[in-house]
């Protein structure tokens, strides 16, 4: 396998932390292929998962669920090509892959790589600090401490190349 081969997996979730690991990737890594992944969850999932933190019971099976997971769909689909396209503009060879979460994000990331064979994972990070981060774990940290191949995790305060990061 030569360098031109090698495959970066970008996950992206539309935020600017998102956006500045794509520009990080392409600027390590431009020529080389990239799939940028948007991680999304159905309706259903998104309401069990907000319940049990409350304690209160879900409600499954409604009418809407469908309907509803439709357009979340389609809203990750535009998500993500906004993602390929910022990619591309960055030197890199993009395409698109959508996710369906049906655990954690962090662990339907990991199975895409593994999926797809990628030779590296990049995310950004949420910039979480204090409280608020000791609270919630973030998908980064999640994926570099569970991923089985190179991981590269652009702070939020990254800026630019040669930036010191504080």
Same mark, same amino acid.
Not at 29 to 34: E, F, I, L, M, N
Not at 130 to 143: D, I, P, W
């Given at each position: 396998?030569?360098?031109? =081969? =090698?495959?970066?997996?970008?996950?992206? !979730?539309?935020?600017?932390?998102? !956006?500045?690991?794509?520009?990080?990737?392409?600027?390590?890594?431009?020529?080389?292929?990239?799939?940028?992944?948007?991680?999304?969850?159905?309706?259903?999932? #998104?309401?069990?998962?907000?319940?049990?933190?409350?304690?209160? #019971? *879900?409600?499954?099976?409604?009418?809407?669920?469908?309907?509803?997971? #439709?357009? &979340?769909?389609?809203?990750?689909?535009?998500?993500?090509?906004?993602?390929?396209?910022? +990619? +591309?503009?960055?030197?890199?060879?993009?395409?698109?892959? &959508?996710?369906?979460?049906?655990?954690?994000?962090?662990? +339907?990331?990991? =199975?895409?790589?593994? /999926?797809? =064979?990628?030779?590296?994972?990049?995310?950004?990070?949420?910039?979480?600090?204090? &409280?608020?981060?000791?609270?919630?774990?973030?998908?980064? /940290? #999640?994926?570099?401490?569970?991923?089985?191949?190179?991981?590269?995790?652009? *702070?939020?305060?990254?800026?630019? *190349?040669?930036?010191?990061?504080?």
């Amino acid at each position: 396998m030569t360098a031109t =081969d =090698d495959l970066i997996m970008i996950a992206y !979730d539309g935020s600017d932390n998102a !956006d500045r690991a794509i520009d990080w990737a392409g600027r390590i890594w431009a020529g080389r292929g990239a799939v940028v992944v948007t991680a999304w969850e159905t309706a259903l999932h #998104q309401t069990a998962r907000m319940s049990s933190m409350s304690g209160m #019971q *879900p409600v499954f099976g409604t009418a809407l669920d469908s309907e509803t997971d #439709q357009l &979340l769909r389609i809203e990750a689909g535009t998500l993500n090509d906004r993602g390929v396209e910022r +990619a +591309a503009s960055c030197g890199l060879r993009s395409r698109g892959h &959508l996710v369906e979460v049906t655990g954690t994000v962090w662990g +339907a990331l990991i =199975d895409v790589a593994d /999926e797809i =064979d990628a030779d590296v994972l990049v995310t950004g990070t949420r910039g979480a600090t204090g &409280l608020r981060a000791l609270m919630r774990s973030s998908v980064a /940290e #999640q994926v570099l401490k569970h991923c089985s191949r190179p991981v590269l995790v652009v *702070p939020a305060r990254c800026t630019g *190349p040669g930036t010191p990061v504080t």
